[in-house]
């Protein structure tokens, strides 16, 4: 099975700061034949479910702000907030849809410092 | 628009079974598969799972082959989650998700509202 961990477990941005948030997968998640990462990134705001905000490792999801930013490739992703509000507080999940199981990382936290 | 609605929340005791609805609407309900992920009180999200709709095929995490089963009513666009044989460390929210792509099973899209299912004796 391949597992997914993100780092930091928490950060601490300060408002209009950046933030970025690393998700590695134990094997390549990059499909050969299309070139396509299957990694996705969602965030869960508290008593919400989870929201889609970044699939195929880059694209983002309709109506999501553009200082969210998917990077990487292979087995090395980041999300990257490019100027962080007070709404993007919040617990960030990647996950990869290459294979089953489809692997969560572990979450990380995000506050304003 | 896309909504799945979920059944309440459940209260069972160990050895029990629970069964949580996703009732879908704003789409084909045979056109994409729904994904079941659950989250323990504090913790991360968890995967367990799709079915397809059209198909009724699943493909679920090996942990809980044995007692879960997951099944569709196309007549009610509705999707259902049952766990069997409860054990306290099932307590969770239970999340159904409808897939973000019609044409093959990749990652959740639209989320359901969750179920908060509680295992105590």
């Known amino acids: 099975d391949i597992v997914m961990t993100q780092s930091p477990d928490s950060l601490a941005v300060s408002l209009g700061e950046r933030a970025t948030i690393n998700c590695k997968s134990s094997?390549?998640?990059?499909?050969?034949?299309?070139?396509?990462?299957?990694l996705a990134w969602f965030q869960q705001k508290p008593g919400q479910p989870p929201k889609l905000l970044i699939y195929w490792a880059s694209m983002r999801e309709s109506g999501v702000p553009d200082r969210f930013t998917g990077s990487g490739s292979g087995t090395d992703f980041t999300l990257t907030i490019s100027s962080l509000q007070a709404e993007d507080v919040a617990v960030y999940y990647c996950q990869q849809y290459y294979t089953t199981p489809r692997a969560f990382g572990q979450g990380t936290k995000v506050e304003i410092k | 628009q896309v909504q799945l609605v979920q059944s309440g929340a459940e209260v069972k005791k160990p050895g029990a079974s629970v069964k949580v609805s996703c009732k879908a609407s704003g789409y084909t309900f045979t056109g994409y598969h729904i994904h079941w992920v659950r989250q323990a009180p504090g913790q991360g999200l968890e995967w367990m799972g799709w079915i397809n709709p059209n198909s009724g095929g699943t493909n679920n995490v090996r942990k809980f082959q044995g007692r879960v089963t997951m099944t569709g009513d196309t007549s009610i666009s509705t999707a259902y989650m049952e766990l069997s044989r409860l054990r306290s460390d099932d307590t969770a929210v239970y999340y159904c998700?409808?897939?973000?792509?019609?044409?093959?099973?990749?990652?959740?899209?639209?989320w359901g509202q969750g179920t908060l299912v509680t295992v105590s004796s």
């Open positions: 094997q390549t998640i990059l499909y050969s034949l299309n070139s396509k990462n299957y």
């Open positions: 998700a409808r897939d973000k792509s019609a044409a093959t099973v990749t990652t959740p899209g639209y």
